[in-house]
Every structure is written in C-alpha cells, then in structure tokens.
Nanobody, 121 residues
Framework: QVQLVESGGGLVQPGGSLSLSCAAS????????MGWYRQAPGKQRELVAT???????NYADSVKGRFTISRDNAKNTAYLQMNSLKPEDTAVYYC???????????????WGQGTQVTVSS
C-alpha cells in the first residue's frame, strides 16, 4: 500500500501563485507515475499533470506554461507549482500515484485526500 498526503492549498487572487506538495509513504518502490488531478463542483475529475519516476512529464493543455510538476524521488514527494492562477483553476486538487506510466482522472491505484484551491478576488 501507498499513502499520499497533499498540502499547500488555499485561497489566492487571480494571477497569483500556489505550490502543492504530495508526500508518499509505504511501498513507494511500487510507484512509477505521480500526478495531480482536480475536480471542480459538478465536474469530472481531470488530469492536471503527471510525472514519471524518470522525470517525464505530461500536462493538460489548460495549464501548460502556467503549472510545473516536479518530483524529488529521494524525498518521495511530488510538487505542483501553479502560477498565473485563474478562477477556473478553482477545484479540489488530488495527488494520484500508480505503478504504471500513466493514470487518468479516476485510474490511479493510490489517491490522496485532496486539498482545496480557490482562486478568487
């Protein structure tokens, strides 16, 4: 089993920045891909960004150029730096992890509890 704990959400004004962290524990050697996903009220959970253990990244078109995913394998932690935030980025952000090379908005084997990000003036 793998446990994921997110931190770093909060309230920010449009155009501002936030950084999220996802700390993994347990059988972390079974994990390859880690990612960030978000779910806004009344919408499906969607992929934001993923990163494999080797550092290969993937982003949703809506966040390219604004968000950066990174990973510290020694600390078993993934990060999401979010810049130029927009009101439409408001959602609960979830960390997901999987032994495979990719997992979709509902396909990861392991999930964190989620952290709220609100972008509002």
């Amino acid at each position: 089993q793998v446990q994921l704990v997110e931190s770093g959400g909060g309230l920010v004004q449009p155009g501002g920045s936030l950084s999220l962290s996802c700390a993994a524990s347990g059988n972390i050697f079974s994990v390859n891909v880690m990612g960030w996903y978000r779910q806004a009220p009344g919408k499906q959970r969607e992929l934001v960004a993923t990163i494999r253990r080797a550092g290969i990244t993937n982003y949703a078109d809506s966040v390219k150029g604004r968000f950066t995913i990174s990973r510290d394998n020694a600390k078993n932690t993934a990060y999401l730096q979010m810049n130029s935030l927009k009101p439409e980025d408001t959602a609960v952000y979830y960390c997901g992890a999987d032994p495979g090379v990719y997992c979709s908005g509902y396909g990861c084997r392991y999930w964190g509890q989620g952290t709220q990000v609100t972008v509002s003036s």
